[in-house]
């Protein structure tokens, strides 16, 4: 005797039939091609433009990012305080933002001393010197320090120069970029270890330079020796290491990033 399996069964049957119906999956199939197909080609499209214009893509969008520390202190100036500080915020996290060595615009010098800053601002705890934002008479700091404006700017640059030259530089050796950052890390290096022996105050062998003295017979001027002033040895150092490191950087990375894109763009091609 047969049974019914009744509408429960019956559905459930059909639910198999469906599922198994080629004739139904080859329709879905056809649906949904033009969608992956016009996915696909937008993807090469971007690929494509990618590989001849990413250069460019980087010299505004980094030069974006170099430039944005210029505009806290002129926020500032305006009156535009809050979008000033979320600058100053975010930047702090790639910089310490001490103001002896940072410049100022709207004030009465580019630079300033630590002893000229504790005038109106007296602490020597880096984490609340680095707070010191400026004020009417002293002007606003650029929002990060003066080694980071010509590491940075130097390696937009670059970039720049790579892109007016149609990117055709080779990569720059090993050695010599080992000898561009050599500057750098000394010049930090013996920074860091003053700061960590006698603080960040006007004391320690960074700040007086004495063995420059001694080096030179003390033939120029003293304030060349002595503290971070903008001119000062001290600032030259930072200036020239900075320029020199973030050119060696461009000079040996872009050619690779380029050679990454090119690559990239083949594939896609």
């Known amino acids: 005797m047969l049974h019914d399996a009744g509408p429960r069964g019956r559905m459930g049957k059909t639910r198999q039939l469906r599922r198994m119906d080629p004739g139904e999956v080859s329709m879905a199939s056809s649906a949904s091609s033009p969608r992956i197909a016009a996915a696909s080609d ?29 505009l806290a202190p002129i926020l500032m100036h305006l009156g535009w305080e809050t979008p000033a500080r979320w600058l100053y915020a975010f930047y702090s996290l790639f910089c310490h933002q001490l103001p002896q060595r940072s410049l100022f615009l709207f004030g009465l010098k580019p630079m300033y001393s630590l002893s000229e800053i504790r005038q109106v601002w007296p602490y020597e705890d880096p984490l609340q010197l680095r707070a010191f934002i400026g004020d009417p008479v002293f002007g606003y700091k650029v929002a990060w320090s003066d080694r980071m404006v010509s590491t940075y700017t130097s390696f937009w640059l670059a970039a720049l120069l790579f892109a007016l030259s149609g990117r055709r530089w080779r990569p720059l050796p ?11 890390a000394l010049d930090g290096t013996s920074h860091l270890i003053n700061d960590l022996l006698y603080g960040i105050g006007e004391r320690g062998f960074r ?59 083949e594939t896609e091609a």
């Open 42 to 70: 937008r993807t090469g499209r971007l690929s494509r433009w990618l590989a001849r214009e990413w250069i460019w893509a980087f010299v505004l969008l980094y030069g974006l990012f170099v430039g944005l520390p210029w």
């Open 174 to 184: 090993w050695w010599a970029l080992f000898l561009l950052t050599l500057p750098i």
């Open 207 to 265: 700040y007086d330079n004495a063995w420059l003295v001694a080096l030179t017979g003390g033939r120029l001027p003293e304030w060349f020796y002595v503290g971070d002033a903008l001119g000062s040895f001290n600032s030259w150092m930072r200036w020239i290491s900075g320029v020199l490191f973030g050119l060696g950087a461009g000079g040996f990375s872009l050619p690779y990033v380029d050679r990454s894109f090119r690559e990239l763009g």
